[in-house]
C-alpha cells in the first residue's frame, strides 16, 4: 500500500512495509468513553470528546478520528526573481484549498516537486519518540537525493534570547524579569547598544510553581509567534517586546539605538565637531566622551578647554560613571546635562567658549557659552552645530527588538530520526546534516548535543505551540543526502516522496481526514536544502 506512493528514482526498490498497526494504536484506556479518542502526541494523552479539541488546542476529535487542526506549512522555492531563496509569504484564502479536500491542489498541477519544502509547523509528533517523525520526505537537490525529517519537537530545554536595541537602563544585571507577576527569567548581560533579556527555561517551566510554568509557556509560546509581550523588571523597567518591533520601555517606545559609546560616537564626528565648539561632551551610561581630551581631539590639535566632569576617568576623554543609569540622557539619570560638570577651570577654559553636550543617539542636544565667570550659559544653537547633531540621529539605526529561540534538540526526538541517535548528532557536527526551524536556518551551537539557536522573525507566523507539561513545541527539520540518511540508521521503511506526502499527510495519519497542507513562502531565507550548515 505504502510503497506505490514512495518510489522516487533515489529510494531503494524494494523497502519495508511501515509497521502502522503497532506504531498508531496506542494501548487504548478501556474505561473511555465511547465517543472519545485518546491523543498520544505527548505525556498529557488527553481524552477528548468527539467535537473537542485536547488541552493544547493542537489536536481535536472529528468524528471519533484524532487530527492535528494547524494546516502543515510547506515552503515553496523562489523561481523567477532570486531562484536560491524562498519568496514572500502570501495570504492564502480559505476557498484555495483543494475541492477534494486533500489541501495539495495548493501545490499547483505540474510543478516540480523539489520547489516544495515540509516544515515542521503543523506537522504533528510522534510522542513516545522512538516511533518516525511525522514526515520523512524524499526529494531531489542539485540532483542528489535528499532526505528531510520534520516534526514538531516538544521542547523543556529552551528560552528565548531578548536583544532590545536601546541605550536606557532596563534593570540591574541578574535582576529577575516578570510576566503577570511570575518570575519568567533574568536580566543578562549587556551588550553594544543594546540590552539582552534571556527568558523561559527548563527552570521557570518545572523548576517552580505550576503558575510560573504556566505563565512561562504562555509568555514564551506569544514571544517566538511574534506577539507582544508586556515584562517588567525588578528594580528596574516596564517593557513591551515584540519581535522585530520597536521596544516600547515605560510606555515610551523606542526610537533609535545608539550610535555608538560616547567615546565611540567623539571619535566618529571629531572632524564634525571641529571648527563649530570648543567642546563636546558626549553624554553616556558607558563611556562619556570629551573631545578635546580624547585622542580624537589630540589629532586634532584642539587646545585643552578646561571642563571637568565628574565620574571616573579610564583614559583621556573617556569616563565611567558620570551619573546612575536610567532613561534620560544617553542611559543615564540626568535630565540636566551641567549637573555632570564639576568645575570649569580658570586659566584653561575662556570666557565665550563654546560648548555643546549631546547625547550618542543625538535625541538630547544643548549648546552652552561660558560667561565671564565660566558658567555655562545656554544659547540658541548654530545651524551648523544642529547639522552635526542631526548626523549623529541619522547614523543611528532603528531600535527593534530581536527573539532568538534557543532549544535543545539532542534528546529523544533524535529516534524519531534514526535508530541510533548519537550518529544523528555526529552527522550535524561533521555538516551533514542541516538543520532547520520552520524552514528557517537554524545555528548549532559547539560541543556536546544538538543546541540550536533561530531568529524567530525568520520562521512562519504561529511556528511556536505547547503542550501542557508545560514545554514549548517548535517545528524541526533534518536534511540530509538519502545515502547518509541509511548510513547513520535513518527509517528508511518511512521515506516518502513529496506528493505522496502531500496527497496523502504524515504517516500515521490514516484514516483520519486529510490535514490541509498550506504553502507559505518565506521571505529572505535560503532554500533550506541550499542553506550550509550553521554550526558553532
Ligand atoms: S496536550 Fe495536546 S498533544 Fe498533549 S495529549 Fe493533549 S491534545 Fe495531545
Not at 532526505?147 to 532590545?164: A, D, L, M, N, R
Not at 564626528?269 to 565648539?277: P, W, Y
Amino acid at each position: 500500500m505504502l510503497n506505490e506512493h514512495t518510489k522516487t528514482d533515489g529510494l531503494p526498490d524494494t523497502m519495508p512495509d511501515m509497521p502502522r498497526a503497532l506504531d498508531r494504536a496506542p494501548p487504548r484506556n478501556e474505561r473511555m468513553a465511547s465517543d472519545k479518542v485518546e491523543c498520544n502526541a505527548c505525556p498529557v494523552l488527553c481524552q477528548i470528546g468527539r467535537g473537542r479539541t485536547g488541552a493544547c488546542d493542537r489536536y481535536a476529535n472529528a468524528d471519533g478520528v484524532l487530527i492535528r487542526v494547524d494546516p502543515v506549512i510547506v515552503l515553496q522555492k523562489t523561481l523567477v526573481t532570486a531562484p536560491d531563496q524562498v519568496v514572500p509569504f502570501v495570504a492564502r484564502a480559505a476557498d484555495e484549498e483543494s475541492s477534494d479536500g486533500t489541501g495539495s491542489a495548493l501545490v499547483p498541477s505540474g510543478a516540480k516537486q523539489d520547489e516544495y519544502f515540509i516544515t515542521g509547523v503543523g506537522a504533528s509528533t510522534t510522542y513516545p519518540d522512538y516511533k518516525p517523525a511525522p514526515f520523512i520526505v524524499a526529494s531531489k537537490a542539485d540532483g542528489v537525493d535528499m532526505v528531510t525529517v520534520v516534526t514538531e519537537g516538544i521542547f523543556s530545554y529552551c528560552s528565548f534570547k531578548v536583544k532590545i536595541d536601546t541605550d536606557r537602563w532596563l534593570g540591574p544585571e541578574q535582576a529577575n524579569v516578570r510576566c503577570k507577576g511570575e518570575v519568567v527569567g533574568h536580566v543578562s548581560t549587556a551588550e553594544y547598544g543594546s540590552q539582552m533579556l534571556s527568558l523561559g527555561g527548563v527552570h521557570h517551566l518545572t523548576g517552580g510553581s505550576k503558575k510560573e510554568g504556566r505563565v512561562t509557556v504562555e509568555m514564551m509560546r506569544a514571544l517566538g509567534n511574534k506577539e507582544a509581550v508586556e515584562v517588567t523588571i525588578d528594580g528596574g523597567a516596564q517593557l513591551t517586546i515584540q519581535a522585530g518591533k520597536p521596544p516600547i520601555v515605560n510606555g515610551v517606545e523606542e526610537q533609535r539605538m545608539r550610535v555608538g559609546c560616547g567615546s565611540a560616537t567623539i571619535g566618529i564626528f571629531a572632524r564634525q565637531f571641529f571648527g563649530c565648539a570648543d567642546e563636546v561632551i558626549v553624554v553616556d551610561d558607558h563611556i562619556t566622551g570629551v573631545l578635546t581630551e580624547h585622542q580624537a581631539g589630540r589629532c586634532l590639535d584642539m587646545p585643552a578647554a578646561g571642563i571637568k566632569i565628574r565620574g571616573r576617568k579610564s583614559t583621556p576623554g573617556r569616563y565611567f560613571q558620570v551619573a546612575n543609569p536610567g532613561t534620560g540622557w544617553g542611559g543615564t539619570d540626568i535630565a540636566d546635562p551641567l549637573s555632570i560638570i564639576e568645575a570649569c577651570e580658570a586659566g584653561v577654559a575662556w570666557p565665550g567658549l563654546k560648548l555643546l553636550m549631546v547625547s550618542t543617539t543625538g535625541e538630547h542636544s544643548g549648546w552652552y557659552v561660558l560667561d565671564d565667570q565660566l558658567v555655562p550659559q545656554p544659547q540658541p544653537m548654530p545651524e551648523e552645530v544642529k547639522h552635526v547633531v542631526a548626523r549623529i540621529g541619522e547614523n543611528c539605526e532603528p531600535s527593534l527588538t530581536t527573539v532568538l529561540f534557543l532549544g535543545g534538540a539532542g534528546g529523544s526526538l533524535r529516534a524519531g530520526v534514526t535508530d541510533n541517535p548519537v550518529l544523528l548528532t555526529r552527522a550535524i557536527k561533521q555538516s551533514v546534516v542541516n538543520v532547520t526551524c520552520g524552514g528557517a536556518p537554524a545555528y548549532v551551537w559547539p560541543g556536546g548535543g544538538i543546541t540550536v539557536m533561530v531568529d524567530v522573525s525568520r520562521m512562519p507566523d504561529k511556528s511556536f505551540g505547547t503542550v501542557p507539561t508545560p514545554a514549548i513545541v517548535a517545528p524541526i527539520e533534518f536534511s540530509l543526502p538519502l545515502a547518509d540518511y541509511e548510513r547513520l540508521g535513518g527509517h528508511m521503511g518511512h521515506v516518502r516522496t513529496i506528493s505522496d506526502t502531500l496527497a496523502h499527510g504524515a504517516w500515521h495519519n490514516d484514516g483520519a481526514p486529510q490535514a490541509r497542507i498550506d504553502v507559505q513562502p518565506m521571505p529572505a531565507n535560503v532554500w533550506p536544502l541550499g542553506q550550509a550548515p550553521l554550526l558553532g
